[in-house]
């Protein structure tokens, strides 16, 4: 079993959707949780950082932790052509390497 | 604030060869990891440095190899290289300060062997 896992999707939703990414832990010691959008043949670009359980905002984007379920989520609300790419959930203990989810693909359709 | 950068963005080399690639993090990030990205596998980890010290490193062969000099900038070098060592090489720097233990990736070194 792998210590994360992320559908791959992909994922097709029309512009104005409501976008919600999944990911599942097993490893007890994450304490740090990540999401990365990436671009077709560009780096990751951190979208949101999250220690806590609960909910973080930022604009159009709302990361959730549960750290009980060991669960996290990513929302996207108004979703944007702009917004096709890729989303990596990461997570990490301390001192510890990332460890990644394989990736959502997502696409936005005009 | 600059992000963390990587130079060469593009490379070609041959099989046999070897490489070097470098990673400048973002001032002040004493933590630097290296990650190997292809369409089939994802991203996988290659290891990490932290004040000069490997502290965490993946499961790739000894071909590959890495350094951390004492501004933090990092190398990483990959001798005898095979066709499947074709990928996009990332780097990615974190402060590791209470709080603030996300990751920042770079553009990535996109390496061809032929």
């Known amino acids: 079993q792998k210590e994360v896992e992320q559908d791959p999707g992909p994922l097709s939703v029309p512009e104005g959707a409501i976008v919600s990414l999944n990911c599942t832990y097993s490893?007890?010691?994450?304490?740090?949780f990540m999401w990365y959008r990436q671009y077709s043949r560009k780096g990751p670009e951190l979208l949101m950082y999250?220690?806590?359980?609960g909910n973080k905002e930022d604009g159009r984007f709302t990361a959730q932790v549960d750290k009980s379920s060991k669960y996290i989520s990513l929302f996207i609300r108004d979703s944007q052509p702009s917004d096709s790419a890729t989303y990596l959930c990461a997570m990490r203990g301390r001192g510890q390497k990332v460890t990644f989810g394989t990736g959502t693909k997502l696409q936005v359709i005009p | 604030k600059a992000g963390v950068t990587q130079t060469p963005r593009y490379l070609i080399k041959t099989r046999g060869q070897q490489v070097t690639l470098s990673c400048s993090p973002i001032?002040?990030?004493?933590?630097v990891s290296w990650y190997q990205q292809t369409p089939g596998q994802g991203l996988q980890f290659l290891f990490e440095y932290f004040s000069e010290t490997q502290r965490n490193k993946g499961n790739f062969p000894g071909r590959f190899s890495g350094r951390q000099f004492s501004n933090s900038r990092s190398e990483m070098n990959v001798s005898t290289l095979e066709l499947g060592d074709s990928a996009l090489y990332l780097c990615a720097s974190s402060l590791e300060t209470t709080g603030q233990d996300e990751q920042y990736f770079g553009p990535g070194t996109r390496l061809t062997v032929t």
């Open positions: 999250t220690y806590s359980s």
């Open positions: 001032s002040g990030h004493r933590s």
């Open positions: 490893n007890s010691a994450f304490q740090y």
